[in-house]
């Protein structure tokens, strides 16, 4: 195991805020590392040049497989009064691993001030079974986070629709449930569309927007609570939709994924 803030504390950052860590084998996704992590990783190299201003949403495309040592180059885009664009570029042996573009934004006072976003009627994470249960054959990075299934089915379950809801925390005791942690673990459960595989296939995520919905993401003993649905599937790739509650029901991120399946 390469626990999250050891491995956090393991990254380099030069005077231009160029970031190099060395990604173990602990947090592989098959021949790549967890885009999750991926994602997490561009955000802390972009949070320096953007001081004091929560992260509002963030876009990523997973161009090639990542692994050994990356480096994570952030870009301002645009700096206004209250809000600011950062892109990083993720480089590693083969070339550009990851592109991301993140907005960060003030809060400012609106009249508006609602939430559309109910949190799905599940069993508490200890009243819930484990997602991957003794599997041996489970993912490498999925052992760094606890993932607990409360609704739908597991993957290559042939079900009629894509639709899993999982309880989740960091298994790193340390980790504080920050931007860049919450990130990290958004991505964890398979893609929806895998509960309706009949036999193994490959799959692999091109690209993941995710919308920070509030500036508090701290939560009850490190859970969140993730709900994707995989919405359309054809030519080789599905669309899912996200959503991340904290363990009290709030809403903390929205986002959508697509995802290439071979098979």
Request: net charge negative; charged share 15%.
């Amino acid at each position: 195991m390469a626990a999250y803030t050891e491995l956090l504390a393991g990254i380099r950052r030069d005077e231009a805020n160029a970031t190099k860590v060395v990604l173990p084998d602990a947090w592989m996704q098959g021949r790549t590392t967890y885009g999750g992590l991926t994602a997490a990783l561009c955000l802390e190299a972009a949070i320096p040049l953007a001081p004091g201003m929560p992260i509002r949403s963030a876009q990523v495309a997973f161009v090639g497989p990542v692994g050994g040592e990356v480096t994570c180059t952030p870009t301002l885009l645009r700096q206004g009064k209250n809000t600011v664009f950062v892109s990083v570029r993720m480089m590693g042996s083969d070339g550009v691993a990851a592109e991301a573009i993140f907005a960060f934004g003030a809060a400012r006072e609106s009249a508006l001030d609602f939430n559309n976003l109910k949190a799905p009627d599940v069993t508490s994470p200890e009243d819930t079974v484990s997602y991957f249960g003794e599997n041996p054959n489970r993912p490498n990075f999925t052992r760094n986070f606890n993932m607990r299934m409360a609704a739908g089915e597991r993957p290559i379950s042939g079900a009629d629709k894509g639709d899993v809801t999982i309880w989740m925390r960091h298994v790193d005791p340390a980790v504080v449930p920050d931007a860049v942690a919450v990130l990290a673990i958004a991505d964890a459960p398979p893609p929806a569309a895998m509960s309706m595989f009949t036999a193994p296939a490959r799959i692999s995520s091109m690209t993941w927007m995710a919308e920070f919905l509030t500036d508090e993401t701290t939560t009850r003993d490190g859970w969140f609570l993730a709900r994707h649905v995989a919405e359309t599937a054809r030519h080789g790739y599905s669309s899912q939709a996200m959503t991340l509650w904290n363990a009290n029901g709030q809403p903390v991120m929205v986002g959508r994924q697509t995802i290439a399946i071979f098979g």
